[in-house]
DNA sequence: AACTATCGTTTCGCTACCGTATCAGTTTGC
DNA sequence: GCAAACTGATACGGTAGCGAAACGATAGTT
């Protein structure tokens, strides 16, 4: 890339890396449940309910309905904190890590195309 | 930027952008609606419900749908085919530019704020 | 032991999305 | 002129999201 990204650069991209997404038929998550992926496969553990909903500014129910649906597309698991045993430590889970790869790889391919 | 994008640069990027994007408490569009009014803004006219269909590959409903919702935001306005009544001719309003406009500068301080 | 605080989940009523099938209106082709 | 083709919208039943409020379980406090 040059010096920094445009903005009309940086709108194409994310068009054509959404598009790739969209097209791609793979798991349609909303903005929120993306960003709460990104947030786990990205920053260390532990990832809290409490936390991801304080990050990202929404209630907690919001990020239980969250882990529930990617939970059941096998993208995250869940385990009770066995030393306070009221908190959730959030996990990271091998179909996770794969479906985060080829979001970046799509990015990456996209900014490719566009000379990013 | 670098020579070119990397993998764990784009997925820091994509997440820092769709966190402003969440916590900004704008309209909360579907993956499917945001590339929708991208490729309406992006891209030059005319915009029809087949087109965009076939482009996202998706059905015609799903299309019909994302413009009702918009159009109710006011980010994109619909008008009959003068020269071909069946079609409709998708339009950009003030508000949708302001939207689009507003998520590039997101995107872009994300990126110089990590150095991309 | 009893009270309080904290954590994640669940419930409620509501809204919006999905895919499939079908629709009315318009144009095209024979 | 009239049937076929095509466009975008709508109906249907089902699923999943939302905010607000309340809940059960656990931990801390006195």
């Known amino acids: 890339m040059t010096v920094h990204l445009r903005a009309s650069e940086a709108l194409y991209l994310w068009r054509s890396a959404m598009l790739a997404m969209v ?6 998550l909303t ?5 709460i992926l ?11 309910v409490r936390g991801l909903a304080a990050l990202l500014g929404v209630t907690k129910p919001v990020i239980t309905r969250a882990l529930d649906t990617m939970g059941a597309m096998g993208l995250v698991h869940r385990t009770r904190d066995k030393t306070d ?13 794969e479906y985060i790869e080829q979001l970046g790889r799509i ?10």
Chains 1, 2 share one sequence.
């Open 107 to 116: 990015i990456v391919r996209q900014g490719e195309e566009l000379g990013v």
């Open 85 to 97: 045993r009221r908190n959730v430590v959030i996990q990271r889970t091998v179909e996770g890590s």
């Open 38 to 48: 990104l947030q786990i496969y990205l920053e260390p553990p532990p990832h809290t």
């Open 23 to 28: 097209r791609n038929d793979g798991p349609d």
């Open 31 to 35: 903005q929120r449940q993306l960003t």
